[in-house]
């Protein structure tokens, strides 16, 4: 979903279920696109990145899903674990010399045991 | 243990009085950015810098000031001119710009009294 004002987006999974975590981005130019993890108080983790040339990437327990056509970005998260409780953000690199990286606004995930 | 290292943790400050918040990086990378998180809220770049003795202005710049005349090295200071410095400032370094993963630190929580 989309965020409004200053509430995340939330997505409630049981224990055990995948989880799918969506991005809408917003350069067609971007060429570069990373998943970080944030728990609370703390700095975002790197999960997974992906480059423009490909539409899947896997990692452990995640998979990073490319869809250059929409401007979509999804990560999912297999057999999820109280453990990946956490606000997930997406970030992308618009192309070129450009050294910026630019975030979503995250969506938070919660996992009920 | 090589990572990139932000101090203090918490910071309070009265209004009107500029301070400096710390990075430092071991890893070697030449980029460096700053980041700026509101509650519930995505990062917002601050500034970054590419190389010794550079830096660019990112999206929300007013009002803050950074240096960097070591690579390890990338100093926030929060000026009297920055309207609501209240917020989680995030410190990110990366090895080749936006190209490949940031690393980020853990955070300085500022509070203005």
Request: with cysteine; aromatic share 12%.
């Amino acid at each position: 979903g989309e965020s409004v004002g200053l509430h995340l987006p939330t997505l409630s999974v049981q224990e055990g279920d995948n989880s799918i975590i969506n991005c809408a981005y917003s350069n067609s130019a971007s060429d570069y696109f990373i998943w970080y993890k944030q728990e609370s108080g703390k700095g975002p983790q790197f999960i997974i990145d992906i480059r423009s040339n490909m539409d899947k990437r896997q990692g452990q327990r995640v998979t990073v899903l490319l869809n250059k056509t929409v401007k979509h970005l999804s990560l999912q998260i297999a057999a999820t674990q109280p453990g990946d409780s956490a606000v997930y953000f997406c970030a992308e690199n618009s192309g070129g010399s450009n050294y910026k990286l630019t975030f979503g606004k995250g969506t938070l995930l919660t996992v009920n045991p | 243990d090589g990572g990139i290292t932000q101090s203090p943790k918490y910071l309070f400050r009265k209004e009107g009085q500029n301070v400096t918040l710390s990075c430092e990086q071991n890893l070697n990378h030449d980029a460096m950015y700053w980041y700026r998180q509101d509650p519930g809220q995505g990062l917002r770049l601050i500034y970054y810098s590419q190389i010794v003795n550079d830096f660019q202005k990112g999206d929300i710049a007013e009002g803050y000031s950074v240096s960097r005349e070591k690579k390890e090295s990338f100093p926030l200071t929060v000026t009297s001119a920055q309207k609501n410095p209240t917020a989680f400032y995030l410190c990110a370094s990366s090895s080749y710009g936006g190209k490949t993963e940031a690393f980020f630190g853990q955070g300085t929580r500022l509070t203005v009294v």
